[in-house]
């Protein structure tokens, strides 16, 4: 079992020297959330873990699946696009401009670098491509986003033209209002080998305006391969949101992503006058990402999983995916730390892609060291914050023993050059309650050991 380290439990631990290395991280969420609560919305009282565990349960066995570490969830059918998210690995997505004729008050993109530049002006995508395949970049999957790509119709049909023409075996798609689309540009759009459009509809659209979409979905099935919705689940639609997911089924296309809607640090007025308040806590691991979305807002979570229950119990045929916020994270932490080299202390986690490693802190640093040599683990000791680290795997060793153990996450980061480690979480355990299976997927017998023994403890 781990238990998170925060702000309200940090006092809990009763090593005094862990204890208050462990404060340095509350301490980073405590100004995090002071800084947040700058931007003017409230955040919600603390939402209960266990009623999101016991829906996650109650899903899992009525047939969803349960993916990326409880970040996903699923019913029936999920695009290819979205399963590659998950990691990013040969994953591009990119814009013409950041223009857009909508105006949503949510709307994130005044988050991206360079959004007042991009806004008025366009990239040229057809070269950022080339430039990118002469480069050796072995790219599987490939996307158009906006501001709203079809503002510019020729070049959005010219990118997926070269897409096809250099790597058709790559899976295409395109982000769109569907407000521009038309019968010809469809043709043109089958011709050059799109292979999906995520459509996004605004519940708090007209409901002339929303039928008006779901006729150009309807359109769009005649010339694409896979048609989709992708949309954020703002809290108070559940109900609208049941009859579109019906609406959808019937047209009967591919599937629908329910987005965690989220706060973009701005616009604060039009959240708070809706009654919004934000999910807390913001975040699991406290880090700088790059996804420029925002904070999740609380409840949209609640009322995703209730629609992809409504899913099961209705027997929709169309896919239903849940991606939360915290989904949208995972791609990064595994380009940065998949593949890397670091001591013999860490472990990389095919569970969330952070590398684990253990550490002991104060007085009984001593007993662990004696352990670790018996053992002959590998170890590095910290006089400056006065603990021992070692491989999580060397735990085992440990059992029996009263002693608190901090599990750390970290990622590798790049810094002229150089490849640097910056530990960004911890969780607490014991040697009798900690599980491996919480931090790497166990198959077949450990391997550890040959990587792992005493050489060069420092």
Known sequence: ??????????????????????QIYTNIERRTIEHIETFGLPFE??????????????????????????????TGRISSACEACQTGTGSYT?????????????????????????????????KELLELVNSGVKLKHLALTGGEPLLFKDETVEFFETANDLIPEAYTRLYTTGDLLDEELLEKLQKSGLDEIRFSIKMDDSYKRINFTLGRIELAKKYIPNIMVEMPVIPGTLNEMKVLLL????????????????????????????????????????????????????????????????????????????????????????????GGALDRTYTFSDIDYFFKTAKVFGTERKKVKLLLEKNEI????????????????????????NIEIAISSNVAEREDGEQLIREIGLDWTTPDLFKMEELINITGGETYESSNRLAGNS
């Open 378 to 401: 590998h170890y590095t000791e910290n006089d400056q914050y006065d603990f021992i680290q070692f491989s999580i795997h060397a735990i085992k060793h440990l059992r029996n023993k």
């Open 94 to 126: 990119t814009y013409t401009s950041l223009k857009c004729h909508r105006s949503c008050y949510f709307c994130f993109n005044p988050n991206q670098d360079d959004y007042t530049f991009y806004k008025n002006q366009q990239k040229d995508i057809k």
């Open 1 to 22: 079992m781990l238990r998170k380290i925060t702000m309200d439990n940090v006092t809990t631990i009763k090593n005094k020297v862990f204890q208050q290395y462990a």
């Open 247 to 338: 609406k959808l089924d019937k047209i009967d296309i591919f599937g629908i992503n329910l987005l965690e809607f989220c706060f973009p640090l701005g616009n604060a007025e039009a959240f708070k006058e809706r009654g919004f308040q934000l999910k807390y806590p913001p975040y699991e691991m406290y880090y700088n990402y790059w996804y420029a979305g925002g904070l999740a807002v609380a409840e949209s979570e609640k009322e995703c999983l209730e629609l992809v229950e409504f899913a099961l119990k209705e027997n929709l045929n169309l896919g239903v995916h849940y991606c939360s916020l915290e989904n949208k994270h995972t791609g990064q932490v595994y380009q940065q730390n998949y």
């Open 45 to 74: 009282v603390k939402a209960l873990d266990s009623e999101k565990e016991l829906k996650l349960r109650k899903l899992e066995n009525a047939g969803a699946t349960i993916r990326n570490n409880k970040k996903s969830v699923v």
